[in-house]
């Protein structure tokens, strides 16, 4: 399994923001929406405005067979999207299995083949998954707690056969490398909020957090409240309505990086001539235009329509 996702899955709290370029603003129009792509390793794709240039090309890293053709083509159709469309995109999530099944070696040449296109396209890219939320024998993990189980602070202290190929492409000038950090933080939004619809009654424990965390924080809408947005009981002004809020809260918060409007948007209905995936352009659009009109300009991230997928981005988001 080799799966590419766009956006944020999960709230990324050990993203590497050390790089340059890290907490540049982006204007209006150069906004992140995010993706996500199936190879069976796991990664999500986002927009943030595709610098030129790059890397070597890398036909020589591993022999192509029809997995090797897939995944490339449609991380490809990705960087090229961004390309054409003069945006700049990100990839949240990328991952594959270790040596489980005794291919390692097999799977490494297909991401150092992927790694080096995106190195290519100087494309933002972070690694599913590592923490304490996994345990130990997650297949995708690039790194677990095996020397002290249960005893590490932040349940990571091995490197698994993922990460010869992770530290071999590290953050640089152009781009912004790391891997997710996965912890308890999965379950921060069904500990805080109602299930009923989202209060402003814990604004001030995430604020604190944002402070004591010791890391760069990406805010992510991720409560299970499921309404789609668009449908009658959640019109699109109420999804604008919340991020001019949590705008308004956050804007000065030094440790936030950025927001990540929305976590693997899909199933939004059709209104009216809109199709979903327009719909979902539409509320991404108003409610980033509510974060600048209150002067934010922190960094958006928005994934695209149908769970953030790459291998449909083009499609569903003719333009950006």
């Not at 399994?1 to 370029?21: C, I, N, Q, T």
């Not at 235009?289 to 997928?309: F, H």
């Amino acid at each position: 399994m080799f799966e590419a996702r766009s956006g944020g899955r999960k709230p990324r709290r050990g993203v590497d923001l050390s790089g340059d370029g890290a907490a540049r603003r982006l204007s209006r129009r150069r906004f992140v929406r995010g993706a996500a792509a199936g190879i069976s390793v796991l990664s999500v794709t986002g927009l943030l405005a595709l610098p030129r240039g790059g890397a070597a090309s890398a036909q020589a890293v591993a022999q192509p067979d029809a997995l090797h053709r897939r995944v490339r083509a449609e991380l490809g159709r990705f960087t090229g999207w961004l390309q054409v469309n003069g945006v700049d995109g990100y990839v949240g999530e990328v991952g594959w299995p270790d040596d489980y099944a005794g291919d390692a070696g097999r799977w490494n040449a297909l991401a150092k083949a992927w790694f080096a296109d995106a190195d290519a396209a100087n494309l933002w890219v972070t690694q599913w998954a590592t923490g304490e939320w996994w345990g130990m024998g997650y297949k995708l993990a690039p790194y677990e707690d095996r020397r002290f189980p249960g005893d590490s602070p932040n349940g990571v202290d091995s490197a698994d056969t993922q990460a010869e190929v992770t530290e071999a492409h590290p953050t640089t000038p152009s781009y912004l490398r790391g891997v997710n950090v996965s912890g308890a933080e999965f379950g921060a939004p069904f500990s805080t909020e109602p299930t009923s619809g989202f209060s402003n009654r814990h604004l001030g424990r995430y604020d604190r957090a944002c402070h004591y965390v010791g890391d760069y924080y990406v805010e992510h809408n991720g409560c299970g409240v499921r309404y789609p947005i668009g449908s009658r009981r959640l019109p699109i002004r109420f999804f604008v309505d919340l991020w001019r809020r949590l705008s308004a809260s956050f804007r000065g918060a030094p440790g936030i990086a950025g927001y990540g409007l929305m976590n693997e948007p899909a199933r939004v209905p059709r209104v009216g001539d809109l199709s979903p995936a327009r719909v979902w352009e539409n509320a991404s659009q108003r409610a980033l235009d509510a974060i600048r009109s209150g002067g934010d300009g922190r960094l958006v991230l928005v994934q695209g329509y149908e769970w953030a997928g790459a291998q449909r981005w083009p499609a569903n988001h003719p333009e950006a």
